[in-house]
């Protein structure tokens, strides 16, 4: 392969890439996005009779997951014999767990009917592919304890607690932000 070639077929990579994007359809309006989340958490209060939240569906998930190995521990462990069931049958009936459910299937479909729907692992050109992964599946198990410190994840903290005025998903919110803007500088550079 000559130098030429070479040349040729390491450009024609960032040309796919960007000619996918340019077919892309822009993102929404944050505005029309806040007005839709709005409606949507008040369709849930009106339909289900409680609000959106996260962190809920991954631990009935996981007892799901001790209930299947380990019975007899699922059920004497307060921390995960709460979630086994709730009177609706199972951990993995949990609306909490069809929401999350939805929301991987709506985002899919999104991605799709936009032209977004492409595999890759987004981040700045001074980090690699397993640094951005390690990155950010640190970055979840954080989140994770934090939202079981917080009794809430943020969906369920600022969205569902900040619409039913809780003064502590305020401050929740409130918090979350400070500390986010804090440590945006010392992953700046992964960025760019």
């Known amino acids: 392969m000559s130098a030429a070639d070479t040349a040729g077929a390491a450009g024609a990579l960032p040309r796919s890439r960007s000619a996918a994007r340019a077919e ?14 709005g409606l949507v958490l008040l369709a849930a209060f009106v339909v289900m009779g409680r609000g959106l939240g996260a962190s809920g569906a991954f631990s009935s998930v996981a007892a799901a997951g001790v209930s299947a190995v380990a019975p007899a521990h699922a059920a004497g462990n307060p921390a995960v014999a709460e979630y086994l069931g709730q009177g609706t049958g199972g951990p993995l009936r949990d609306w909490l767990v069809v929401e999350i459910a939805g929301v991987v299937l709506g985002g899919f479909a999104s991605a799709w009917l936009a ?9 700045g050109p001074r980090v690699g592919d397993g640094a951005r992964l390690a990155y950010a ?12 410190l917080a009794r809430g994840c943020t969906s369920g903290q600022a969205l569902t607690g900040g619409a039913l005025l809780s003064v502590g998903s305020w401050l929740f919110i409130a918090t979350a932000f400070a500390a986010a803007y804090a440590a945006a500088p010392l992953f700046r550079r992964e960025w760019t």
């Open 137 to 148: 599946a640190g970055g979840g198990v954080v989140m994770g304890i934090g939202a079981k």
């Open 115 to 123: 032209g977004r729907l492409a595999g890759g692992v987004e981040r």
């Open 24 to 37: 892309a359809r822009p993102y929404a309006s944050p505005y029309v996005a806040g007005v839709g989340i």
